[in-house]
Every structure is written in structure tokens, then in C-alpha cells.
């Protein structure tokens, strides 16, 4: 069973910076098109943040992020990244990885899924 396990969330401040990570086992990573996704609060809808092909030739984000985050990946070590800059208190959430084989779509259509890590920024 395939298996994505996020890195710690933390508190950070407005303006601050974090990087998650999510490392997957049981799949072949180097196929995969990989995602990260927030969910705000219980009940609301789980929300594409950024994408990588499995090439790493190719990202996607929305629009809301552009500029501040970025998400990388390295295929020896089976991991993304999401590098996020000048956080925004708007940006708290539950983060999670996700994956899925490769085709030309980078946002939707994922299979597999991380747990979640909390990311909260404070004002």
C-alpha cells in the first residue's frame, strides 16, 4: 500500500517561512505527478496549492500562492517540497501530499494521499 508522509507543520508568524516536505514509499516515484493540497477548516472543500510533473519540468499553482510558494522535488530521495514564503494568516491549513501516475494534468485526478500536516500563521 502506498504510503506519503508529510513533515511536521509548525506555528509561524505572518511573513514567515516554511518548508514541508512528503516522502513516498511503496510507488514508483519517478512516475509520479505530485500535489499539495490545503483544507482551511473542517467542512470546507480540500484546495489544489501546487503541483510538479514527474519530470519536474512543469509546476502549476494557484493563484493565491503564486510568487510565494514553490514546489520541488527530488526524485533520489523519493520527496516534494513546498517551500512557502511571505506566509499569510489566510494561508493556515491542513496540508497534504498527493500523488498520482503521470499524465498532462497537474491539478486534479489524484490517487493517493498523505494525512495532513497543520500548518497556522499568526498575525
Known amino acids: 500500500q502506498a504510503q506519503l508522509v508529510e513533515s511536521e507543520g509548525d506555528l509561524v508568524k505572518a511573513g514567515g517561512s516554511l518548508r514541508l516536505s512528503c516522502t513516498v514509499s511503496?510507488?514508483?516515484?519517478?512516475?509520479?505527478?505530485m500535489g499539495w493540497f490545503r483544507r482551511r477548516a473542517l467542512g470546507k472543500n480540500r484546495d489544489f496549492v501546487a503541483a510538479i510533473s514527474a519530470s519536474g519540468d512543469s509546476t502549476d499553482y494557484t493563484d493565491s500562492v503564486k510568487g510565494r510558494f514553490i514546489i520541488s522535488r527530488d526524485n533520489d530521495k523519493n520527496t516534494v517540497y513546498l517551500q512557502m514564503n511571505s506566509l499569510k494568516p489566510e494561508d493556515t491549513a491542513i496540508y497534504s501530499c498527493a500523488a498520482k501516475f503521470s499524465d498532462s494534468e497537474l491539478v486534479g485526478g489524484y490517487n493517493f494521499w498523505g494525512r495532513g500536516t497543520q500548518v497556522t500563521v499568526s498575525s
Open positions: 511503496r510507488l514508483t516515484f519517478g512516475t509520479l505527478v
